[in-house]
């Protein structure tokens, strides 16, 4: 209901801006479609990868390792994986509910994710070389220690 809601809005917001100024609405359109085109190469391989990954790894083996019964070791395990792993949330979040439906627990996964939004080992060296490494550590470290504390309140309210 919900999509629908937005997608209705956008489309009404869609055709006044066409009606207004068709020009601008149809270089809006054009920019939306190259971005689309430039981000598309590097989708289809992030979602062929996971894919894959899912179609190897039962229910089981996921269960096993971000389980409900993993847990504190799980949890530790997405802090890790999303803390180097790179990848956008568009991808991100559907991956969570696949990786949910497939037997992990819910604080494994609000690790995983959280750490994977806001943690960005991989980009590190990019970080310091545009904020400085003290900055960057403690960036890091920070989204790290909220990433923590987040799991932590997911945890506590499920029990």
């Given at each position: 209901m919900t999509s629908i809601i937005i997608y209705s809005v956008v489309t009404f917001l869609m055709i006044i801006s066409f009606i207004k100024s068709p020009q601008k609405t149809k270089k809006a359109f054009k920019i939306g479609?190259?971005?689309?085109?430039?981000?598309?190469?590097?989708?289809?391989?992030?979602?062929?990868?996971?894919?894959?990954?899912?179609?190897?790894?039962?229910?089981?083996?996921?269960?096993?390792?971000?389980?409900e019964k993993s847990g504190f070791l799980g949890v530790l395990i997405g802090l890790g994986i999303g803390s180097v792993a790179f990848m956008p949330s568009f991808v991100a979040f559907p991956l969570g509910a696949n990786l949910l439906a497939h037997g992990a627990g819910y604080p494994q996964i609000a690790a995983f994710i959280s750490s994977l939004m806001a943690v960005g080992f991989m980009s590190l060296g990019l970080e310091i070389k545009y904020f400085g490494k003290k900055t960057a550590l403690i960036r890091n470290l920070t989204a790290l220690v909220a990433s923590s504390a987040f799991v932590f309140v997911i945890w506590r309210a499920l029990l």
């Amino acid at each position: 209901m919900t999509s629908i809601i937005i997608y209705s809005v956008v489309t009404f917001l869609m055709i006044i801006s066409f009606i207004k100024s068709p020009q601008k609405t149809k270089k809006a359109f054009k920019i939306g479609f190259n971005s689309f085109k430039k981000l598309l190469p590097s989708i289809i391989p992030m979602m062929i990868g996971i894919g894959i990954v899912l179609s190897l790894l039962s229910p089981e083996t996921v269960s096993s390792i971000l389980g409900e019964k993993s847990g504190f070791l799980g949890v530790l395990i997405g802090l890790g994986i999303g803390s180097v792993a790179f990848m956008p949330s568009f991808v991100a979040f559907p991956l969570g509910a696949n990786l949910l439906a497939h037997g992990a627990g819910y604080p494994q996964i609000a690790a995983f994710i959280s750490s994977l939004m806001a943690v960005g080992f991989m980009s590190l060296g990019l970080e310091i070389k545009y904020f400085g490494k003290k900055t960057a550590l403690i960036r890091n470290l920070t989204a790290l220690v909220a990433s923590s504390a987040f799991v932590f309140v997911i945890w506590r309210a499920l029990l």
